[in-house]
């Protein structure tokens, strides 16, 4: 006689947020070592932790507010009738200091995979599945990487430029962005461009019909020359960025020399060799009176 099975409940939990990150020297998706956790915006004693599973992503449960919503089906049905989001803020931070701390907010729950859409100034709204890292000021260069330093200070209000963003172009490519922590300090990994090559040409003495030869310095003489830009908006009070904010802030001017007289608008990086910027001392300024091994920056003044 067969046996009849007979469903007695049905228990589903659907999870609020699932977040995936990645570096942005690498590109690899960061699985583990971060602390993540979410609270309702004004109640951070709400606070709870996202954990992370066999996939990486890091997964918040329990979140205050959010028991309907958990106990819902996941069905398309559920998410077209999911009640009113609730605002959330999500703090990001790593143990082994390798990434800067951020927070932002969003509107919980998020069907799927979180897909963020905060993006720098300028650059077009396209949704990433995963959300950048950038490099903490005391992370360590990967081998064969090349990395830029600066202590970077704001001279207007007389403190550390806070957050401040920093770009690298080669030949107008985006090759390298990040900001600085809350003592100025920032780190620009990312790999070397290409080697530079010198004109074509054969070797000496041979045929006309063999093949052109392109010639250049070995790679331990290689020298590029790269443009820097900055944004940078003194930031508003929080205990960590809001990575939004960070990523969308105005343009700013970088200062060769400590008058402020002469824009930083390129620097030459050799191969093998840490690059740290900083501004020029006035001659004109008494001892003492200036910061020396900074590099100063402040918000851009738009022409009248």
């Given at each position: 006689?067969?046996?009849?099975?007979?469903?007695?409940?049905?228990?589903?939990?659907?999870?609020?947020?699932?977040?995936?990150?990645?570096?942005?020297?690498?590109?690899?998706?960061?699985?583990?070592?971060?602390?993540?956790?979410?609270?309702?915006?004004?109640?951070?004693?709400?606070?709870?932790?996202?954990?992370?599973?066999?996939?990486?992503?890091?997964?918040?449960?329990?979140?205050?507010?959010?028991?309907?919503?958990?106990?819902?089906?996941?069905?398309?049905?559920f998410w077209k009738?999911?009640?009113?989001?609730?605002?959330?803020?999500?703090?990001?931070?790593?143990?082994a200091q390798r990434?800067?701390?951020?927070?932002?907010?969003?509107?919980?729950?998020?069907?799927?995979?979180?897909?963020?859409?905060?993006?720098?100034?300028?650059?077009?709204?396209?949704?990433?599945?995963?959300?950048?890292?950038?490099?903490?000021?005391?992370?360590?260069?990967?081998?064969?990487?090349?990395?830029?330093?600066?202590?970077?200070?704001?001279?207007?209000?007389?403190?550390?430029?806070?957050?401040?963003?920093?770009?690298?172009?080669?030949?107008?490519?985006?090759?390298?962005?990040?900001?600085?922590?809350?003592?100025?300090?920032?780190?620009?990994?990312?790999?070397?461009?290409?080697?530079?090559?010198?004109?074509?040409?054969?070797?000496?003495?041979?045929?006309?019909?063999?093949?052109?030869?392109?010639?250049?310095?070995?790679?331990?003489?290689?020298?590029?020359?790269?443009?820097?830009?900055?944004?940078?908006?003194?930031?508003?009070?929080?205990?960590?960025?809001?990575?939004?904010?960070?990523?969308?802030?105005?343009?700013?001017?970088?200062?060769?020399?400590?008058?402020?007289?002469?824009?930083?608008?390129?620097?030459?990086?050799?191969?093998?060799?840490?690059?740290?910027?900083?501004?020029?001392?006035?001659?004109?300024?008494?001892?003492?009176?200036?910061?020396?091994?900074?590099?100063?920056?402040?918000?851009?003044?738009?022409?009248?």
């Amino acid at each position: 006689m067969p046996s009849l099975a007979v469903q007695l409940d049905r228990f589903t939990i659907v999870a609020p947020l699932g977040l995936r990150f990645h570096d942005t020297v690498s590109g690899a998706l960061v699985g583990d070592g971060l602390n993540v956790s979410a609270y309702p915006t004004g109640r951070p004693t709400a606070r709870q932790q996202a954990l992370n599973n066999r996939s990486g992503v890091y997964v918040l449960h329990h979140a205050a507010g959010l028991r309907q919503a958990e106990n819902g089906d996941g069905s398309s049905t559920f998410w077209k009738q999911t009640p009113a989001n609730k605002s959330f803020v999500i703090e990001v931070s790593d143990g082994a200091q390798r990434f800067q701390p951020f927070q932002f907010t969003e509107n919980l729950p998020v069907e799927g995979i979180y897909r963020w859409t905060g993006v720098a100034a300028g650059s077009p709204p396209a949704p990433m599945s995963s959300i950048p890292l950038y490099s903490s000021p005391v992370r360590v260069a990967p081998a064969g990487m090349a990395i830029i330093r600066a202590d970077l200070w704001d001279p207007i209000h007389d403190s550390a430029a806070a957050w401040a963003l920093m770009e690298v172009f080669d030949a107008g490519n985006l090759i390298a962005r990040g900001f600085a922590d809350e003592m100025g300090r920032i780190a620009l990994i990312f790999p070397y461009p290409p080697p530079r090559t010198f004109a074509v040409s054969s070797p000496p003495g041979s045929p006309v019909s063999s093949p052109p030869l392109s010639s250049g310095p070995p790679l331990s003489q290689q020298l590029w020359t790269l443009q820097i830009k900055a944004r940078y908006q003194p930031p508003p009070a929080a205990p960590l960025p809001d990575l939004r904010f960070t990523l969308s802030q105005t343009a700013a001017d970088i200062w060769a020399d400590a008058a402020r007289t002469e824009h930083l608008l390129e620097a030459g990086l050799q191969y093998g060799r840490e690059l740290i910027l900083k501004s020029r001392p006035s001659p004109a300024s008494p001892p003492g009176t200036v910061r020396e091994s900074v590099l100063f920056v402040t918000p851009a003044v738009s022409p009248p």
